[in-house]
């Protein structure tokens, strides 16, 4: 029998209202989108493999990344404005929380014990991507590909009253659809900004926006959510 009492929001705009809106920033480091971090020194050295083909600078390799970059600095900076909770998910992949199946995927991709290690630039936040100590912004470190596996992710959000997950971050078919994919589990509306996320081609990234939007909730575009939040949500 459906509950009636409960309230449904079907809108775009109603799921997006920032009272009850967490900006969800999943693995923007260092070691993703920074040149310097891994991935960029392994594009520049041109050390390609099946895992990361690109080879050259980072952001012409791979120019999602940038977009993406852009993107998130005037996303994160009107969620700032609006009020809405900002979450900053970030990997932490230290050879203690490593399992051996998952050992055996890193070691194949020569991630295993230099990816994202605690303490270094890697595993740094990128550029001004990253908490300013407000109340309203929140670290969760993962371990995993999804940020709600053996993290205190749901409890950070169910605590703040949130009712709708706001994703970005790298990479879209790996570690943000994990992540998506939970919150739609968990009865979160998740609403993916597709400029706000990258992966290593176009082709990747638009399959994974398809599965998104036709299994979890709407895709839109970091413009969009802004036009709404500037029309006086709240």
Same mark, same amino acid.
């Given at each position: 029998?459906?509950?009636?009492?409960?309230?449904?929001?079907?809108?775009?705009?109603?799921?997006?209202?920032p009272k009850?809106?967490?900006l969800?920033?999943?693995?923007?480091?260092?070691?993703?989108?920074?040149?310097?971090?891994?991935?960029?020194?392994?594009?520049?050295?041109g050390?390609?493999?099946?895992?990361?083909?690109?080879?050259?600078?980072?952001?012409?390799?791979?120019?999602?990344?940038?977009?993406?970059?852009?993107?998130? %600095? #005037?996303?994160?900076?009107? *969620?700032?404005? =609006?009020?809405?909770?900002? &979450?900053? $998910?970030?990997?932490?992949?230290?050879?203690?929380?490593?399992?051996?199946?998952?050992?055996?995927l890193?070691?194949?991709?020569?991630?295993?014990?230099?990816?994202?290690?605690?303490?270094?630039?890697?595993?740094?936040?990128?550029?001004?991507?990253?908490?300013?100590?407000?109340?309203?912004?929140?670290?969760?470190?993962?371990?995993r590909?999804?940020?709600?596996?053996?993290?205190?992710?749901?409890?950070?959000?169910?605590?703040?009253g949130i009712?709708?997950?706001?994703?970005?971050?790298?990479?879209?078919?790996?570690?943000? %659809? #994990?992540?998506?994919?939970? *919150?739609?589990? =968990?009865?979160?509306?998740? &609403?993916? $900004?597709?400029?706000?996320?990258?992966?290593?081609?176009?082709?990747?990234?638009?399959?994974?926006?398809?599965?998104?939007?036709?299994?979890?909730?709407?895709?839109?575009?970091?413009?969009?959510v802004?036009?709404?939040?500037?029309?006086?949500?709240?």
């Amino acid at each position: 029998m459906a509950m009636e009492h409960q309230e449904v929001l079907r809108t775009l705009e109603e799921q997006i209202q920032p009272k009850h809106t967490a900006l969800v920033i999943v693995d923007v480091q260092n070691d993703f989108v920074h040149p310097q971090g891994l991935y960029g020194t392994w594009s520049e050295k041109g050390e390609a493999t099946s895992f990361f083909p690109g080879a050259g600078h980072l952001w012409e390799a791979y120019p999602l990344i940038p977009r993406a970059l852009k993107g998130l %600095e #005037s996303l994160l900076q009107a *969620a700032r404005e =609006a009020g809405a909770l900002r &979450v900053f $998910v970030r990997a932490i992949y230290n050879p203690e929380y490593i399992s051996p199946p998952m050992r055996v995927l890193f070691e194949e991709h020569g991630l295993y014990g230099v990816q994202c290690q605690a303490g270094t630039f890697g595993a740094d936040f990128y550029g001004d991507i990253r908490p300013d100590g407000s109340e309203r912004e929140v670290v969760v470190s993962k371990h995993r590909l999804s940020g709600f596996w053996g993290t205190d992710l749901d409890l950070v959000l169910r605590s703040n009253g949130i009712k709708t997950v706001l994703m970005t971050g790298t990479a879209t078919s790996g570690c943000v %659809e #994990s992540t998506s994919r939970d *919150a739609s589990f =968990a009865d979160y509306y998740t &609403v993916t $900004v597709e400029d706000c996320c990258a992966d290593r081609g176009q082709d990747r990234q638009d399959f994974s926006m398809r599965a998104m939007g036709w299994g979890f909730g709407y895709v839109t575009s970091s413009e969009e959510v802004r036009r709404i939040w500037s029309s006086g949500g709240s």
